[in-house]
């Protein structure tokens, strides 16, 4: 039992001394590390799709972080709003993937064969002011 005590002790400072953190830089600028951001790109050529086929997307979505996001159609056009939020013109990047044109939502909806969804919503959100404009970062949430 001493040994199992131990071990565990010992493997608790081991994971501690793992932990990741950013140092600053000799010369005092902060060193900033970047993991595998996500990002919305309009596709090379968009997918054509009928209505009948967006149709099976149409409705009413909840996400994982209380959301809730509604695609639709509206004279012709495809559009994506997020509960409260102005709709987006979306672009069908794949059968399942959808683009907003102003580069603010990406959406992937996957249908399984028992008619469980589930999926992304890539959203654009502001970041902070820089010397330029503002900087934005994208934000992913389930869908379910």
Request: net charge negative.
């Amino acid at each position: 039992m001493k040994t199992l005590i131990a071990t565990a002790a010992a493997l608790t400072f081991a994971l501690a001394g793992f932990t990741a953190s950013a140092q600053p830089a000799a010369d005092g600028n902060t060193v900033t590390i970047t993991g595998n951001q996500k990002s919305i790109a309009l596709p090379e050529s968009p997918r054509a799709m009928s209505e009948l086929e967006f149709g099976k997307y149409a409705g009413s979505y909840e996400l994982s972080n209380g959301d809730s996001i509604a695609l639709f159609i509206r004279a012709g056009a495809k559009y994506a709003a997020l509960h409260g939020q102005p709709a987006h013109e979306l672009v069908a990047k794949s059968g399942h993937t959808f683009v907003a044109k102003d580069l603010q939502l990406e959406v992937t909806i996957d249908k399984s064969d028992e008619n469980k969804i589930s999926g992304e919503v890539l959203m654009a959100v502001p970041s902070g002011a820089v010397a330029a404009g503002t900087q934005q970062h994208v934000v992913s949430v389930a869908l379910h």
